[in-house]
């Protein structure tokens, strides 16, 4: 059978295979029309579909591609991420947003706690990343602060030499960056002096908000190296529907649709396990992705926990390692 396909009006209609090869006119708009063989035109369809489908593919696999992109282009190779405002760029984090947004949750979101022109990036990482060594002096600011006073002041005699060197340039560097009024080092008596500032933003970071900057830091710099894209926020709530609300420590975005949660606990966190175990749900997290990281959890509680709930558990020894082994 053949077919007469007008290319003006796409008037059409099945005709003789007498006619086939011979243009007629249009008995609709008078156009002048080819008469195809049915089979052979049924071919030429299908042949020009799967080559538009295959460019419709690419296409769509680029602009894919140039979104996930879009999340890290505006940090450059060669920035400081120490000393930057590229995080608090909307483009960043903006897919984060959308994540969010098609589970119908509400971001409340403070650029401030993405800045890294501070110090407080600085200042957490050294911490964490010798921790065991500079705990002490942190645990006696804390209960310093919470009792009011106004300095302290810390005995390091049973340290070696190597480590006093690691305490007191520590500590010098808190007096450098203003995390502290004074610092003086009685060598003879090997004792440390602080006058401790007042600033609630500085009450807040040694209280626990350190460990946030310090594992946002950690996977800021473990992705931003390995060159995965991502987007990321840290201290930042979350409003569901029914106007419940819940904030959220550290989250990145990878590939644009790998959700990584991280809740931060520096002190008592076993109260708020079944908390976090229905928040995982209603955000529709797998378990291996969202995280409580519990300052001084050992290895044999981290698999004991994770084992028992519907959590995953790391310290500040592990985490990197666990998120660096995802990708």
Same mark, same amino acid.
């Given at each position: 059978?053949?077919?007469?396909?007008?290319?003006?009006?796409?008037?059409?209609?099945?005709? %003789? +295979?007498?006619?086939? !090869?011979?243009?007629?006119?249009?008995?609709?708009?008078?156009?002048?029309?080819?008469?195809?063989?049915?089979?052979?035109?049924?071919?030429?369809?299908?042949?020009?579909?799967?080559?538009?489908? !295959?460019?419709?593919?690419?296409?769509?696999?680029?602009?894919?591609? %140039?979104?996930?992109?879009?999340?890290? &282009?505006?940090? *450059?190779?060669?920035?400081?991420?120490?000393?930057?405002?590229?995080?608090?760029?909307?483009?960043?984090?903006?897919?984060?947003?959308?994540?969010?947004?098609?589970?119908?949750?509400?971001?409340?979101?403070?650029?401030?706690?993405? *800045?890294?022109?501070?110090?407080? +990036?600085?200042?957490?990482?050294?911490?964490? &990343?010798?921790?065991?060594?500079?705990?002490?002096?942190? +645990?006696?600011?804390?209960?310093?602060?919470?009792?009011?006073?106004?300095?302290?002041?810390?005995?390091?005699?049973?340290?070696?030499?190597?480590?006093?060197?690691?305490?007191?340039?520590?500590?010098?560097?808190?007096?450098?960056?203003?995390?502290?009024?004074?610092?003086?080092?009685?060598?003879? *008596?090997?004792?440390?002096?602080?006058?401790?500032?007042?600033?609630?933003?500085?009450?807040?970071?040694?209280?626990?908000?350190?460990?946030?900057?310090?594992?946002?830091?950690?996977?800021?710099?473990?992705?931003?190296?390995?060159?995965?894209?991502?987007?990321?926020?840290?201290?930042?709530?979350?409003?569901?529907?029914?106007?419940?609300?819940?904030?959220?420590?550290?989250?990145?975005?990878?590939?644009? +649709?790998?959700?990584?949660?991280?809740?931060?606990?520096?002190?008592?966190?076993?109260?708020?396990?079944?908390?976090?175990?229905?928040?995982?749900?209603?955000?529709?997290?797998?378990? &291996?992705?969202?995280?409580?990281?519990?300052? !001084?959890?050992?290895?044999?509680?981290?698999?004991?926990?994770?084992?028992?709930?519907?959590?995953?558990?790391?310290?500040?020894?592990?985490?990197?390692?666990?998120?660096?082994?995802?990708?």
């Amino acid at each position: 059978m053949a077919v007469l396909l007008c290319n003006k009006c796409s008037y059409l209609r099945e005709v %003789s +295979d007498d006619f086939v !090869g011979e243009t007629i006119k249009c008995p609709i708009c008078r156009e002048a029309a080819p008469i195809h063989n049915s089979v052979a035109l049924v071919k030429n369809i299908i042949s020009r579909y799967q080559t538009l489908s !295959g460019k419709y593919t690419k296409l769509k696999a680029k602009i894919k591609e %140039s979104k996930v992109i879009e999340c890290v &282009e505006s940090l *450059d190779d060669d920035i400081d991420l120490h000393n930057t405002a590229a995080m608090t760029n909307k483009t960043q984090f903006k897919p984060i947003i959308d994540w969010f947004d098609k589970k119908n949750i509400i971001l409340d979101i403070d650029t401030k706690t993405i *800045d890294t022109q501070g110090f407080f +990036d600085e200042v957490a990482v050294a911490l964490g &990343e010798n921790y065991e060594l500079l705990k002490n002096i942190n +645990d006696q600011i804390k209960k310093a602060q919470r009792k009011g006073h106004g300095s302290v002041s810390i005995a390091i005699s049973n340290h070696s030499q190597k480590e006093v060197q690691a305490l007191t340039h520590y500590c010098k560097t808190l007096y450098d960056f203003s995390f502290v009024a004074k610092y003086f080092y009685n060598k003879p *008596d090997k004792r440390i002096h602080l006058t401790l500032q007042k600033a609630p933003s500085i009450l807040n970071f040694f209280n626990g908000e350190w460990l946030e900057w310090f594992v946002f830091m950690k996977l800021l710099i473990l992705f931003y190296e390995k060159k995965v894209p991502f987007s990321a926020l840290r201290s930042f709530k979350v409003h569901f529907p029914n106007e419940d609300k819940h904030e959220v420590d550290v989250f990145f975005l990878i590939n644009n +649709d790998t959700p990584l949660f991280i809740e931060c606990k520096s002190g008592e966190f076993r109260s708020t396990i079944e908390k976090y175990q229905k928040l995982r749900k209603r955000m529709g997290i797998d378990k &291996e992705n969202f995280t409580m990281l519990v300052l !001084g959890l050992s290895d044999e509680q981290i698999k004991g926990l994770t084992s028992m709930y519907d959590l995953t558990f790391v310290n500040e020894n592990n985490f990197v390692d666990y998120f660096s082994a995802m990708l």
